[in-house]
């Protein structure tokens, strides 16, 4: 189970992330342990992360969030993808 919180659309507290898939000023992809979380917005920034513990804490103007169906773990994350 996690949490989602989002405050006056300018910061937004998730908890049980396992990844960062990619990441932009406008979308961020996350890796829940139940499956995936996309974010929309403008001016977003991840001011925390903290993987061990399975939260994030991102900046910026939140218009959307939505849940994706889970991933097979093969096909890896974004640090992943990057280190091809």
Known sequence: MHNLLIEDRK???ITEVSDVDSFD???ILLSLHGGGLIL???GLHIHKLDVDEGKVIIT???NSAAYT????K???GFLKKLLK
Do not use: L, Y
């Open 11 to 13: 910061q937004i507290s």
């Open 25 to 27: 000023e406008e979308t």
């Open 40 to 42: 929309k917005g403008q």
């Open 60 to 62: 910026g103007m939140v």
């Open 69 to 72: 169906a889970k991933r097979d």
């Open 74 to 76: 093969t096909e890896g």
